[in-house]
Structure formats: structure tokens, C-alpha cells
């Protein structure tokens, strides 16, 4: 049973999810839900999730201002962003914040079940968008790499990068590398390490624009 | 936000000890807080009257010991600004060790250049280094300007005494640049703030200018459009107009716009795909790495990943087309994947097998491949690619 957070200034868009994870009692309960920023860092402080369902764009600082909050205090929970069509930069500036994945709202209902339980496992949830940007930034390799360990995919990263770009679940992923799905679920969550941590210039020029390095 | 100056309570004895604005008890913080005057001032005074036999000393601890310190419920920091500090400390340790040293032209002279430095560092705020050249200095109030004035002005007349009195070659030179360095300080700041109002005021003349323009896009744009879901009963007629909407107002925000050579290859490979999601009723879900510009190599490119779109909306079966582009190094590259029933490549119907060849056909023209990916019951995928003629691809 996964205690989940939901955060999202849209009041429908809020009932909807909030009405699909009903019908998956068995598997989510949800413990609380907040349209603004101020409300979602006070209850998530109170009610201590396992995941935060957040939106990118709110009043207020949006989801970058409560995972900042947040995790300073609850350092235990775990943000997916969720959000309707984002700009690279904002979406690339929650996952240097924390957010352990970004999916878009048109995403399924079974697969957003699914990509909560990964993140609450521990692991990433790259939606192709997001495999899009990462791909993007860091699509040039660097002369001299500050650090080659952060600041550059694998070519096995990039090639399960591109697949998701490409719409294909981790299951078909794994299959078509003859790879485990525990190994793709593997490279993505280092390319998050990498994501997080790199100081590539298109990176910390993304993050210091949100001002959160 | 919590205001810096507590308003007093008006009570037998209304003297606080400042708990947040405070060099060592607050003491000067609070009488400032209680004539409401900038508590520079005050630390001034009790500074020079220790020079006075240590008069302000004696003071400062009086009122120390007679006073109360006004809770807050902000953790009180001991020191303000510890550069401060240290700089008053460098300067009483100076005026010490001159005085060992024997270097001491007499208390009076020594009160005086005290009192004209003192003079400047009120008349900045404590900060005069950093406040000189401060882009948020504001205005400086009459009373500040008018004090520093004379205190500058008491400076330089004792100064100059003691100067012709030395009969120092320099003492010219001194007096000029110490006035110079005056009328720096004393309008400086302000100079600076007129500069910055004036940058203030074109910024937000372009941002006024932006907002109607979003404005009327909008208008013109969303609006309409959710005017036209509310007129309509059919849901799917309605998930197309929204993700139409999404689309084009993706690119009007995130600028997936034309270039200056017309349009770009992502640009047109997303009008593809919203064309097929309106014909179909059913999501294209596009993204793109890198862009380049529309040539025919790049233009063949888009119109073989647009037929295949078609192909998979037609006969797929699947809830969504997801497409990726990726340009770099050289080359362009497409796939056009769904998860949809997919097909056996050995038996593939007459009509799919002419928009194969069609697809093959027009990026092998193109110089570039297609290849066809596709497995009973677990989808297809429709890879095309060309390389690049002229300009290099490049990120965004």
C-alpha cells in the first residue's frame, strides 16, 4: 500500500486522479491533496507521504518551490512531476531539485499506477519527453568533461534513453536490448544521478535560471 | 514578513534593547528604534563620546544594565554584519596603536578626523565601500546628505589647518580627493538609483507591451477554442480540439516557431503530426532532439514519418503514435512507433505494402532508408532516415 500526496492547482484535474486511485484501493490510499504551494508543503509535512503526485506549474513558486521545502524536512519522500506540456528547462529544474520522474497528463491511469510504484521503489520514471530533453542536454560531447563520470550518457544510457523517447514501456525496452528490465530500470536511474548531479553547462544554465543550484 | 523596526509600546518605560539589530546588546538598535532615526546615527554618538573620556562607554553600559531586551520571535544574530565590526575594530586598534607609538597629534586633532570619518560612515550607512557602488542604494534622505555635508565640511576645515600648519606639499592634492571622494558618496548612490529607476521603468513598459500580447493571442487562440469545446457534444471531437489547442500554444510559449530561413524540420514534423490527430482522432505524441533546417532531404523526411503516422493511426488499432526525431551528426533520423496489433511482415495486405514501397521509395530518392519493424500483436515501428546536405544538425 503506497500512502500517496496528490498537489495540483486544478481542481478537476485533481478529482479525476484522485477518483481513478479509488478504484485501486488495494494499491494507493491517498493520504491528502493540495492546490498551492503553501498547502501542499504544511500537509505533506503532516500527513509524511511515500509519493508526491505534483504539478510543475502553480501559483506561488509551482512544484519546484515544495520539493525544495519539502525535502528539507522530509528528506524520505518521493516526488513524481506530473504536468501538462512543459518547457525543458522547468522540467529538467524539478528533477535537479529531487522529483524522481516526470510524466505528462495524457499518461493512462494503470500506467501512472505503475510509474508510482517504480518511483516509490526507488527507481526513475523518464516519460519520452523527458527522455527528449535529457537527450537534448546532453546531446553534444564535451571536449574535456569536467567530470566524464556525470556530464556524459553511456552509449547504453542513450540507446535506452532513446527507446523511451521512442514510446516504448521498460518491458519492450529490456526486450528489444535483450536486457533485464531490472538493468533498464538501472541506466535510467543513473541517468537521474547524472541529471542531478552533473554541472553541464545546458544543465546548471537550466537550473541557476529556476535559481535552485 | 516580519517588520524590521518593532513600533514601541507606549508604557512608563519604553526603552528596549534591540534583540535583531545589534553590534553587542542592542542598546544603540533599540534608542534608534525609539527616536526613529537610523541606528548608524546613535552608534556614532556613543562611539565618539568614547573618545570624550569614554563618556559613551560609560553610557552604553548604563542603559545596558537598565534596559530590557524586547523579545522577538526571530532568532536574534549577535552580529549584524560582521564586516562592520571588524572594520571598527581595525580602526580602534589603529587609533591604539598610534597612540603607543606615540604618533598622536593631541586628543582634539584625533576627535575631529574620529568624527569626519565617522561622519562619512553615517552618511553611508556603515557600508560605504560596498553602498558606493551599490545598484539597490536607495535615494539618500535629506537629513543624510545635509549631515555628511557638514561633517564633511567640519572635516576638511580642520584638516586644512592642520595641513598649512605642516605645510605638507600633498595637502592640496589630499583636500581636493577627499572632497571628490565626498561628493562621490553623497549623491553617488543616488546617481546610481536614477539610472536604475529609469531602467525600471522600460522594463515594465515591455512587459505591459508583453502582456497584451499574450492577451490577444490567447483570446485569439484558447479562448476560442474552449469556446468551440463548450458547443460540442462529441468527446472525442473534443479530445482533438484540446490537444490541437496544446500543441499550438506549445509552440507559440516554448518558440518551436519559423525561423528566419522558414520553417524548421521539428517545427513541420509537429504540424504533421497534428494534422494526422485531426484526422484520426487519436494522440501523436511527438519529440524531437536537435532541429535543422527544411531542405528537400529534411522535407522527404517528414513527409515518409507523415505517411507512416497515417499508416499506424489507420491501421493500428493502438490509443496513441508515439514519434521520435533525433537530429545529430550529420544525419536525420524518425521512428514511428505504436503499440498497436502490428502486422506479419510476410503477409502484409496489398494496401499496406504500397505505402511501404511509397515510404521506401520517396527516402531512398532522398538519399537516405526506411525500415519497417513489425511483429503480430506487438506493434509496429517505422524507422526512416537521411543524411544531412548542408547545415550540420544542432541542438536547440
Excluded at chain 1, 500500500?1 to 486522479?17: E, N, P, Q, T, W
Excluded at chain 1, 541529471?195 to 537550473?207: F, G, H, I, P, V
Excluded at chain 2, 560612515?121 to 558606493?132: G, P, T
Excluded at chain 2, 508515439?322 to 503477409?347: C, I, L, N, T
Aim: glycine fraction near 10%; hydrophobic fraction near 45%.
Amino acid at each position: 500500500m503506497i500512502r500517496l500526496f496528490l498537489v495540483d492547482d486544478h481542481a478537476l484535474f485533481l478529482s479525476g486522479v484522485k477518483a481513478e486511485f479509488e478504484d485501486m484501493a488495494d494499491r494507493f490510499e491517498i493520504v491528502g491533496t493540495a492546490s498551492d504551494v503553501d498547502d501542499a508543503i504544511e500537509g505533506i509535512r503532516e500527513t509524511d507521504p511515500d509519493v508526491v503526485l505534483i504539478d510543475v506549474h502553480m501559483p506561488g513558486g509551482g512544484g519546484l518551490a515544495v520539493i525544495n521545502s519539502v525535502t528539507e524536512t522530509n528528506p524520505d519522500v518521493t516526488f513524481l512531476a506530473l504536468s501538462v506540456s512543459d518547457a525543458a528547462e522547468d522540467v529538467i529544474a524539478m528533477i535537479r531539485a529531487g522529483a524522481r520522474g516526470y510524466v505528462t497528463k495524457s499518461i493512462g491511469s494503470e500506467e501512472l499506477a505503475e510509474a508510482i510504484e517504480r518511483v516509490h521503489g526507488g527507481d526513475a520514471v523518464f516519460s519520452p519527453r523527458l527522455a527528449g530533453f535529457v537527450l537534448d542536454a546532453f546531446a553534444h560531447g564535451l571536449p574535456q568533461p569536467a567530470d566524464p563520470e556525470l556530464d556524459q550518457l553511456t552509449p547504453r544510457e542513450k540507446e535506452v534513453l532513446r527507446l523511451i523517447a521512442r514510446g516504448y514501456p521498460y518491458k519492450q525496452v529490456a526486450r528489444r536490448l535483450s536486457i533485464s528490465i531490472k538493468t533498464v530500470e538501472t541506466h535510467v536511474s543513473s541517468v537521474l544521478r547524472k541529471l542531478q548531479l552533473s554541472n553541464r553547462y545546458e544543465l546548471t544554465r537550466w537550473a541557476s535560471d529556476r535559481r535552485i543550484v | 514578513m516580519q517588520m524590521n523596526t518593532v513600533a514601541a509600546p507606549r508604557r512608563e518605560i519604553d526603552l528596549f534593547r534591540h534583540a535583531t539589530d545589534r553590534v553587542v546588546a542592542g542598546v544603540a538598535g533599540g534608542i534608534a528604534n525609539r527616536l526613529g532615526v537610523p541606528t548608524g546615527y546613535v552608534r556614532a554618538g556613543f562611539v565618539v563620546l568614547s573618545l570624550l573620556w569614554g563618556l559613551g562607554l560609560v553610557a552604553y553600559v548604563a542603559l545596558w544594565m537598565a534596559t530590557f531586551e524586547k523579545v522577538e520571535d526571530r532568532p536574534p544574530r549577535l552580529i549584524d554584519n560582521p564586516r562592520q565590526l571588524g572594520l571598527g575594530m581595525m580602526f580602534v586598534g589603529g587609533l591604539l596603536l598610534f597612540r603607543t607609538v606615540g604618533w598622536w597629534p593631541g586628543d582634539l586633532p584625533m576627535v575631529i578626523v574620529t568624527t569626519l570619518a565617522f561622519g562619512l560612515a553615517v552618511l553611508s550607512d556603515f557600508d560605504w565601500l560596498s553602498r558606493l557602488f551599490d545598484p539597490h542604494a536607495a535615494r539618500p534622505s535629506k537629513l543624510r546628505v545635509g549631515f555628511g555635508v557638514v561633517m564633511l565640511l567640519a572635516g576638511l576645515v580642520a584638516l586644512a589647518g592642520a595641513l598649512s600648519q605642516l605645510r605638507t606639499l600633498g595637502g592640496v592634492t589630499l583636500a581636493v580627493l577627499i572632497t571628490l571622494a565626498g561628493v562621490v558618496m553623497v549623491f553617488g548612490p543616488w546617481l546610481v538609483s536614477l539610472g536604475r529607476a529609469l531602467t525600471t521603468e522600460r522594463r515594465e513598459r515591455i512587459r505591459q507591451e508583453e502582456r497584451a500580447e499574450m492577451a490577444a493571442h490567447l483570446h485569439d487562440s484558447v479562448l476560442q477554442t474552449l469556446a468551440l469545446m463548450q458547443r460540442t457534444d462529441d468527446p472525442k471531437r473534443i479530445v482533438t480540439l484540446a490537444r490541437q489547442q496544446e500543441r499550438e500554444l506549445r509552440a507559440w510559449l516554448y518558440g518551436a516557431d519559423t525561423g528566419p530561413n522558414g520553417q524548421r524540420f521539428a517545427a513541420a514534423l509537429e504540424e504533421a503530426a497534428s494534422r494526422v490527430e485531426a484526422d484520426f482522432d487519436l494522440p501523436v505524441e511527438v519529440v524531437t532532439v536537435g532541429d535543422t533546417a527544411l531542405d528537400d532531404t529534411t522535407r522527404a523526411v517528414v513527409a515518409a514519418a507523415g505517411e507512416a503516422m497515417v499508416n499506424a493511426a489507420k491501421h493500428s488499432g493502438a490509443a496513441e503514435v508515439s514519434v521520435y526525431a533525433e537530429v545529430a551528426d550529420g544525419r536525420v533520423d524518425v521512428w514511428v512507433a505504436d503499440q498497436g496489433k502490428g502486422f506479419d511482415s510476410g503477409s502484409v495486405p496489398p494496401d499496406r505494402r504500397g505505402l511501404q514501397d511509397s515510404i521506401r521509395g520517396r527516402m531512398a530518392r532522398a538519399g537516405g532508408g526506411a525500415e519497417i519493424d513489425a511483429r503480430p500483436g506487438e506493434g509496429t515501428e517505422v524507422h526512416v532516415w537521411a543524411p544531412l546536405a548542408g547545415e550540420e544538425g544542432e541542438s536547440r
